[in-house]
């Protein structure tokens, strides 16, 4: 289920952005250099005018395509922000004494190990073994596991989906991402989202080996404890939370 607070979602962004240091404007700040000779004036003039408004032009190509390119990468990025965390902005009006780490709400770089944290405390303790187990396999493999969300207050939860409902326009759409206070499997304590997506992509490849499934098609970073996954491999994934009856 929807997983980040918005306020949670934003530093991601934020780390995201801070591998995006190499600006690929900067790469054209040299510009276009005119090695001058000295030649006659006339033609000649006119042809190293004609070759600098040449290389003027393609500089402004070189500077639109990494501009082209600078939009696509955020576009991205955001993209994978808006795919691992859920949708921008759910969480943003919570109140803040429900968003905080007491509710479930977890910093950034939340670790399965980091039990002090009531997000993680809270989590079935056969789930957390589990992430716990893939999370040291992962590491060999140099995959970083981040626990976006764990166990959550059935408040939070309510805040969650209250923000959802405002921000999808409608319960139905909202459905699709948040699910209730007394459906919501993060309330139980049987659901985690890990991130980033390296380490759900591991997961989507290692994680049922441990016992760990994703279980909506929408949701790539949300994984529940199924038993029977080392031998008998993961259930079909519904395609969001409404095909889930567990959400009725
Ligand atoms: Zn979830």
Redesign the pocket.
């Known amino acids: ?3 980040r607070t918005a306020a949670s979602a934003q530093p991601s962004t934020d780390r995201l952005g801070a591998i995006d240091h190499q600006d690929p404007l900067h790469h054209t700040e040299a510009g276009p250099r005119s090695t001058i000779r000295r030649e006659p004036a006339g033609a000649c003039r006119v042809g190293f005018t004609q070759r600098r408004l040449g290389a003027v032009q393609r500089g402004l190509g070189v500077v639109a395509v990494g501009i082209g390119l600078a939009v696509l990468l955020v576009a991205a990025l955001a993209g994978c922000a808006v795919s691992q965390t859920g949708e921008p902005g759910v969480g943003a009006s919570i109140d803040a004494d429900v968003r905080d780490t007491d509710n479930g709400a977890l910093p950034d770089d939340a670790r399965i190990t980091d039990t002090e944290l009531p997000g993680i405390a809270g989590l079935d303790a056969d789930l957390r073994a589990a992430v716990t187990a893939a999370a040291e396999s992962a590491r060999l493999d140099g995959v970083t596991f981040t626990v976006n ?1 764990g166990w959550r207050s059935a408040a939070y939860q309510a805040g969650l989906l209250d923000d959802a409902v405002s921000n999808y326009g409608s319960k139905a759409e909202a459905a699709r991402w948040v699910a209730t206070p007394e459906t919501s499997p ?1 309330v139980s304590g049987d ?1 985690v ?1 890990i991130g980033p997506m390296d380490a759900s992509s591991w997961l989507a490849q290692h994680g049922a080996d441990f016992g760990l499934c994703q279980i909506y098609g929408n ?1 790539a ?2 994984y529940e404890l199924r038993p029977a996954a080392p031998t008998d491999g993961c259930p079909h994934q519904y395609a969001d939370p409404t095909e889930d009856p567990r959400m009725r």
């Open positions: 289920m929807t997983t969300s993060h659901a989202d949701e970073w949300h």
